[in-house]
């Protein structure tokens, strides 16, 4: 059983995997209390499965980019998990989650997420095999930067709020925009890549695993 933990941004994201089910699921808006708020859902997901810590064969984590102050909380409890149940760890790039929750389509894909002050992390993404691929390096911009380089059909999803909807819709010829709850990032996608991750032979040094920062997103794994 697979512990996924997605504190990107505001949203912060929980999830139990088995490899086939996903056995519980939690989504929700913290209002800047990750410290407070984290710990304690995951023990009300234990219980509400009626699972234990001792069940768990991994865990997954959200990468970023993001909230410095939430993808170093959750990073935190995550390693703090590993090396006390020594568990292996996956760690999982925040927008390749928000990408594979995306239904495929011919025209490729912008995915965002919030980073603060107006800005948002971005990428494009192109399908092939059934399967969305990051292209490019991940950007940082403000809506209107973004809308400025979307001039062919293109899927836009992420966080965007009323402002960045309206400025982005403005490009209704060229962008189609993500309904609200189809933006949202799953936690239980973040599971299934874990997962996935950890069957390949692919876990990460749990001591040295660290989150992707605004200013490092040189080193967005692929």
């Known amino acids: ?28 808006r913290s209002q800047h209390y990750h410290t407070t708020e984290l710990v304690p859902a995951i023990s009300e997901l234990f219980a509400r ?22 993808l170093r909380i959750g990073m935190g409890v995550c390693k703090g998990m590993a090396l006390a149940l020594r568990l292996p760890v996956a760690g999982v790039p925040s927008l390749d989650i928000l990408a594979a929750g995306q239904p495929i389509l011919r025209r490729p894909m912008i995915a965002l997420l919030q980073v603060g002050r107006g800005r948002f992390a971005w990428a494009r993404y192109t399908a092939a095999n059934n399967h969305w691929s990051r292209e490019g390096e991940v950007q940082v911009s403000d809506a209107r930067e973004i809308a400025a380089t979307i001039s062919s059909p293109v899927y836009v999803c992420g966080e965007m709020g009323e402002e960045e909807r309206r400025i982005l819709g403005r490009k209704w010829k060229t962008a189609r925009l993500a309904s609200p709850a189809q933006s949202l990032r799953r936690p239980a996608v973040l599971a299934e890549l874990a997962w996935q991750r950890l069957l390949e032979g692919k876990a990460d040094d749990a001591a040295a695993l660290s989150p992707i920062y605004v200013h490092t997103l040189s080193n967005v794994p692929e």
């Open 1 to 28: 059983m697979l512990l996924a933990i997605d504190t990107s941004t505001d949203w912060i994201g929980l999830a139990l995997f088995d490899g086939t089910r996903v056995l519980c699921e939690q989504t929700w």
């Open 49 to 70: 499965t009626r699972a234990r810590k001792s069940d768990l064969t991994g865990l997954g984590v959200a990468l970023g980019p993001g909230s410095f102050t939430g």
